[in-house]
Nanobody, 125 residues
Framework: QVQLVESGGGSVQAGGSLRLSCAAS?????MGWFRQAPGKGREGVAV????????YYADSVKGRFTISQDNAENTLSLQMNSLKPEDTAVYYC?????????????????????WGQGTQVTVSS
Protein backbone atom coordinates (compact mmCIF):
# COMPACT_ATOMS: atom_id res chain seq x y z
CA GLN A 1 0.00 0.00 0.00
CA VAL A 2 1.25 3.47 -0.89
CA GLN A 3 0.03 6.58 0.91
CA LEU A 4 0.12 9.89 -0.94
CA VAL A 5 -0.59 13.32 0.56
CA GLU A 6 -0.68 16.43 -1.62
CA SER A 7 -0.14 20.01 -0.52
CA GLY A 8 0.50 23.40 -2.08
CA GLY A 9 -2.68 24.16 -3.97
CA GLY A 10 -4.34 27.55 -3.87
CA SER A 11 -5.56 30.50 -5.89
CA VAL A 12 -3.39 32.57 -8.20
CA GLN A 13 -3.84 35.04 -11.03
CA ALA A 14 -3.07 34.10 -14.61
CA GLY A 15 0.67 34.21 -15.26
CA GLY A 16 1.48 33.29 -11.68
CA SER A 17 3.17 30.22 -10.22
CA LEU A 18 2.39 27.50 -7.72
CA ARG A 19 4.33 24.51 -6.45
CA LEU A 20 2.58 21.30 -5.50
CA SER A 21 4.14 18.67 -3.27
CA CYS A 22 3.26 15.04 -2.68
CA ALA A 23 4.57 13.20 0.36
CA ALA A 24 4.76 9.51 -0.48
CA SER A 25 5.19 6.60 1.93
CA UNK A 26 7.37 5.09 -0.80
CA UNK A 27 8.13 5.66 -4.45
CA UNK A 28 6.85 3.31 -7.12
CA UNK A 29 8.23 2.80 -10.60
CA UNK A 30 6.20 5.64 -12.13
CA MET A 31 4.63 8.55 -10.31
CA GLY A 32 2.82 11.54 -11.60
CA TRP A 33 0.39 14.39 -11.38
CA PHE A 34 -3.10 14.32 -12.81
CA ARG A 35 -5.92 16.84 -12.78
CA GLN A 36 -9.66 16.95 -13.06
CA ALA A 37 -11.59 20.08 -13.95
CA PRO A 38 -15.32 20.42 -13.20
CA GLY A 39 -17.37 18.38 -15.66
CA LYS A 40 -14.31 16.80 -17.25
CA GLY A 41 -12.46 13.53 -16.96
CA ARG A 42 -9.18 13.05 -15.15
CA GLU A 43 -6.15 13.76 -17.33
CA GLY A 44 -2.44 13.18 -17.04
CA VAL A 45 -0.30 16.28 -16.53
CA ALA A 46 3.24 15.06 -15.81
CA VAL A 47 4.86 11.74 -14.99
CA UNK A 48 8.32 10.73 -13.85
CA UNK A 49 10.07 7.36 -14.10
CA UNK A 50 11.56 7.27 -10.64
CA UNK A 51 14.29 4.83 -11.62
CA UNK A 52 16.12 7.26 -13.87
CA UNK A 53 14.23 10.52 -13.67
CA UNK A 54 12.88 10.57 -17.22
CA UNK A 55 9.85 12.85 -17.44
CA TYR A 56 6.75 13.00 -19.59
CA TYR A 57 4.34 15.91 -20.00
CA ALA A 58 0.96 16.61 -21.51
CA ASP A 59 1.27 18.93 -24.50
CA SER A 60 -0.85 21.53 -22.71
CA VAL A 61 1.74 22.03 -19.96
CA LYS A 62 5.06 21.48 -21.74
CA GLY A 63 7.46 24.33 -21.08
CA ARG A 64 5.39 25.60 -18.15
CA PHE A 65 5.30 22.73 -15.64
CA THR A 66 8.19 20.74 -14.20
CA ILE A 67 7.90 17.47 -12.28
CA SER A 68 10.68 16.42 -9.94
CA GLN A 69 11.44 13.87 -7.24
CA ASP A 70 13.36 14.05 -3.97
CA ASN A 71 14.53 10.55 -3.14
CA ALA A 72 15.78 11.47 0.32
CA GLU A 73 12.38 12.86 1.37
CA ASN A 74 10.15 10.60 -0.80
CA THR A 75 8.56 13.75 -2.17
CA LEU A 76 7.18 14.40 -5.63
CA SER A 77 6.81 18.00 -6.74
CA LEU A 78 5.15 19.89 -9.57
CA GLN A 79 6.37 23.42 -10.29
CA MET A 80 3.70 25.26 -12.27
CA ASN A 81 4.64 28.51 -14.00
CA SER A 82 2.77 30.80 -16.39
CA LEU A 83 -0.51 29.45 -15.10
CA LYS A 84 -3.64 29.87 -17.20
CA PRO A 85 -7.33 29.83 -16.22
CA GLU A 86 -7.67 26.50 -18.05
CA ASP A 87 -5.22 24.98 -15.55
CA THR A 88 -7.92 25.30 -12.88
CA ALA A 89 -8.65 21.83 -11.51
CA VAL A 90 -8.19 19.46 -8.62
CA TYR A 91 -4.67 18.09 -8.89
CA TYR A 92 -3.89 14.54 -7.79
CA CYS A 93 -0.65 12.77 -7.05
CA UNK A 94 -0.63 9.16 -8.25
CA UNK A 95 1.62 6.12 -8.19
CA UNK A 96 1.76 3.11 -10.50
CA UNK A 97 3.17 -0.19 -9.31
CA UNK A 98 3.59 -1.55 -12.83
CA UNK A 99 5.15 -0.17 -15.99
CA UNK A 100 3.10 0.01 -19.20
CA UNK A 101 4.11 -1.77 -22.38
CA UNK A 102 4.52 1.61 -24.06
CA UNK A 103 5.64 4.96 -22.70
CA UNK A 104 2.70 6.53 -24.52
CA UNK A 105 0.45 5.06 -21.80
CA UNK A 106 2.23 6.77 -18.92
CA UNK A 107 -0.22 9.67 -18.85
CA UNK A 108 -3.27 7.37 -18.70
CA UNK A 109 -4.98 7.59 -15.29
CA UNK A 110 -6.08 3.95 -15.45
CA UNK A 111 -2.44 2.84 -15.17
CA UNK A 112 -2.20 4.26 -11.63
CA UNK A 113 -3.43 2.31 -8.64
CA UNK A 114 -2.62 4.68 -5.78
CA TRP A 115 -4.06 8.19 -5.47
CA GLY A 116 -3.87 11.10 -3.10
CA GLN A 117 -6.90 13.07 -1.94
CA GLY A 118 -6.28 15.96 -4.33
CA THR A 119 -5.56 19.65 -3.95
CA GLN A 120 -7.45 22.51 -5.59
CA VAL A 121 -5.70 24.89 -7.97
CA THR A 122 -7.66 27.93 -9.12
CA VAL A 123 -6.30 30.36 -11.70
CA SER A 124 -8.22 33.59 -12.26
CA SER A 125 -7.99 35.77 -15.34
Amino acid sequence: QVQLVESGGGSVQAGGSLRLSCAASTFTINMGWFRQAPGKGREGVAVIDTRGGRTYYADSVKGRFTISQDNAENTLSLQMNSLKPEDTAVYYCAAASAAPASASALLWPQLYNYWGQGTQVTVSS
